[in-house]
């Protein structure tokens, strides 16, 4: 009895004693990024030796029960250096964690599905949200520029909500598009500008990406090579960008953001136009200079008419612009269910009068697991609606122009209103008050978009599971505007209102299919799928002139008296039918193999040429992982990768195959007017696709414990069967007629770097380099070895039909073509054939004595981007730089003619020296190389100060000061070097086009 009573004591004793022990020393403190000194959410922390541990919270705390003072935690998170950390008798441990450039256990989102990165045996290049801009941000593009090696995004001008030019190692398609295909959640949008042209004034062009808010995006993975982009089929050719959004959370905390600034934009370069005086002064002067050529003892010029003030019409239409957006997100969730609601609000003004845009956007995810988490389903609803106010301007001008067209003509002697304080006009129409032109017209654009994508997964056995995507993209948009009888122009026809609308939706269903297997050491992973995806447009528009009032604005287009022009309606649909797989495998962790094999049909191409089989296959080898590589310290990671791959591109619009009819000329029969219908196209049964083959070489590496890390990439992508537009002979029905023929080159290198510098609890300084070099060529136009397209339309007075690039074998895409300018000759005329050389007007590829002058695109590109953090201070800077492209100023091509004061225009005053050097007043300047530019650019896009509050109140409380567009390196004499006319399929023309502004943004980030 003693010892049973002696045994239990003892039981109870040591229980007793355990659970002091248990108990033991009780650690906190804080986890955050040395990087952006944002807290680190769901961090492991573990005892060494143990199997202790615990995570850290919302706020990146922790609490941790140890056996001693004397333990080591270990830190470890996906995308940062592990840190092992004596706690040395402190009561508080708080870690800063300093990321790796690579990651070896980063996800990367890939094509249906995601892969560690240490597995991806393809070219992707991926942005996650810490690698963002720190400043102002309203669009994706500003999220890309000069951040991707490979990735060339280019601003068509300074408009707000412009669309941006993107392209993937280069152009692939002479008259088809060169988009590249965007997904955003697993759902492809359509990417082009949805906007109905205006009726005059057609410059403005929306950016369909502007209804993705920044705010909401995770992370951006860019598909750059065949063998990753081509399970997207026919739509690859010209690269994927993949957009994922956030996510809830689901630690079962509650987590509420609010980020917002406030910005102010002025021009960041005016043009060097002559003021009042060097305009009278030089007009003068012409006086004696044109003097009486006609010999009628009169002079042929007898000066400037002067309007008695001094306008300086750039800053008459600019304005300091005003910007703000106000962002809220909530997130919370448990491992079962998580969601996130966002909503946005951006008012952006442009720095021309009356310009803005305002967009409202909200976006729901939700996820949910049930059915022991076999069954996980998800939804994110994501509507947009923009409101803008459209400058009218017109890139190509045209004989009356727009905004800056007018703004270069106008006498600077002319006030911008008269006597009465009416609106002071030419007494001609075809030059207008560029003012009247901003304030008058009513140009209003509204855009309603939804983007929904509906998924429900289901696990039936372990590695065995079946997916289901639903996606919807619909988008409503409509154009009003009013000319008003203010203007004198509209005067003449009572005032003009037009309503135009597009419509557009995008309907996907994608079921799905995939199985893994580990096997030891190995791993397969084997995915099928079929995807149906319906696109459908529709639109309408109608005009009505001759109003009795101005007060209708477009709000009742009855009221008009005359309806001459006639009404437009439109609808048409595609199809696309795919069938795809794809099989991963890692041996080991050596050897990976990823192939897939997309079967493709789309309604767009030929009877018997709808099918198309897009075929892609990677090999990957982790040398790092070789026993011949061990022992090399400085080696953190090496793999060399090789793929090959077959991508489409089916972008040229609907029924390009078919016979399409349409209204012809009308008759009278009978005494009774009736309207014709004729073809307006040929069928071709034989058409489809382009097709597009790319092999790439590439190596990725890390040293030095991952802090110092980058890739290489070589590669060369060549795309055959152009869907070309061809003259058809005359006399025929039609003018043109699409066929496949041809065959375009790309190859370049790609090369990425990301050095962590400094990593200590104060101080992080990253930076990240990238640098990329494409060389574009045309290398066949067809069977016909002497064919050529002459594109690139010149604008401007005395310039029509003067086009400017050509497009013939063994030349660039984008390659400029004309006359070189050889000085005056002693009459003051220009000189365009060498004087020189023997018959230098039959030389040239078309043997006419015009030359390839230079290339639109760059020789290359870079960005550099460093951020530092020393305690609570955040500092970031990017800069990105274009080398060796050429840009046609038109603008100055115009506006330098020397004779424009006897037409009462303004010009540039470097035409003064001109003048002065030998051109005759009244010459005529043509197109020619003295008009090519250097395009070259060094920029500081981007510089942002921060600083983050330690508070009991807020989770995190940041301010920042940031500038964008700070400062410019270049020789180019235009508004700015970053720009794209949209001019036939030329690149790299600047025809009066909106400016560039330089934005400065005060802004704060708080969590609850």
Known sequence: MRI????????????????????????????????????????????????????????????????????????????????????DGRKVVDVVMAPQAIAGEDVVVIGYGTQQRKDVTSSISSLKESGFTQGTNTDLQSLLQARVPGVVVTSSNGDIGGEPLIRIRGGTSITASNNPMIVVDGVPIDNSSSLPEGVEYNGTRDNPL???????????????????????????????????TKEGRADGKVSLTYNGYTSSSTVSKKLDLMTAKQYLDYANSLVTKIGDRDGDGNPDYTGPDNGGASTDWQDAVLRTARTQNHNISFSAGTPQTQYRVS???????????????????????????????????????????????NTPYNQRAGYYGGVFTNVFKMNPTYPVYDSTGAYFEYPTTTIRNPVALLKEITDVSEDLRILFNATAEYEFMKGLSAKVNLGLDRSATTRSS??????????????????????????????????KLNMGESQLEAWAGYSFQEFTNSGFGTIAKDFVTDAWLYNNLGGGADFTDRPYSFKNANR??????????????????????????????????????????????????????QGIDILSDLKARLSYGVTGNQDIGNYRSLVVLGPGSNAVIGGQMLTGVSATQLANPDLQWETTTQSNF??????????????????????????????VPQPAVVSTRLDNVGEVENKGIEFALSTVNISTDDFFWRTNFNFASNKNKVVSLGPDKDKYIITGDVGGAGLSGVQAQIIISGEQMGTFFGYKFYGFDSTGQEILIDPNVAGADTLGPLKDGRHILGYAQPKFTFGISNTMTYKKIDFSFFIQGVQGNKILNNTRLEY?????????????????????????????????????????????QNLTVGYTFDTAQFKNLRLYLSADNLFILTKYKGYDPEVNTFTGYALGIDYTNYPKARTFTLGISVGL
């Open 4 to 87: 049973k009573v002696f045994i239990v004591g003892l039981a109870f004793s040591l229980s007793f004693i355990g659970q002091l022990i248990g108990q033991g020393y009780q650690v906190t403190g804080r986890v955050i990024s040395g990087e952006n000194r944002e807290p680190l959410i769901g961090v492991n922390i573990s005892v060494k030796g143990t199997s202790l541990g615990t995570i850290t919270d919302s706020d990146g705390r922790y609490e941790l029960n140890v056996p001693s003072p004397q333990e080591v935690l270990i830190f470890s998170y996906i995308g940062y250096r592990m840190e092992e950390i004596s706690i």
């Open 210 to 244: 502007g209804m993705i808010n920044p705010n909401d995006i995770a992370s951006i993975d860019i598909l750059k090579d065949a063998s990753a982009a081509a399970i997207y089929g026919a739509r690859g050719g010209n690269g994927v960008i993949l957009i994922t």
């Open 343 to 389: 909503l946005d609000y951006l008012d952006e003004q442009g720095i021309v009068l009356n310009s803005e845009r305002k967009r409202y956007s909200a976006r729901l995810n939700i996820r949910h697991k049930m059915l022991n988490d076999k069954l996980r389903l998800g939804l994110k609803v994501n509507p947009t609606f923009i409101k803008r106010n």
């Open 482 to 515: 009013y000319e008003p009888n203010s203007l004198p122009y509209a005067a003449a026809i009572g005032g003009r209102a037009s309503v135009r609308e597009n419509a557009r939706q995008a309907v996907l269903f994608e079921p799905t299919l995939n199985y």
């Open 576 to 629: 696309l039918v795919s069938f795809l797989g794809r099989v991963n495998y890692n041996m080991a962790g050596k050897y990976l193999l990823s192939a897939a094999l997309r079967r493709e049909g789309s309604s767009r191409f030929g009877a018997d040429r709808k099918w198309g089989l897009f075929p892609s296959v990677s090999l990957g080898w982790r040398l790092s992982e070789e026993s011949f590589m």
């Open 698 to 727: 590439g190596v990725d590496f890390a040293l030095l414990e991952n802090r110092i890390s980058g890739s290489v990439d070589l590669y060369k992508k060549t795309t055959r069967d152009l869907l070309l537009e061809f003259d």
């Open 896 to 940: 330098q003619r020397p004779s424009n004061p006897t037409n009462n225009i303004n010009l540039f005053a470097e035409t003064k020296d001109d003048v002065d050097n030998g051109l005759d007043p009244l010459a005529a300047v043509a197109y020619s190389d003295r008009f090519i530019e250097d395009g070259s650019f060094i920029r500081l």
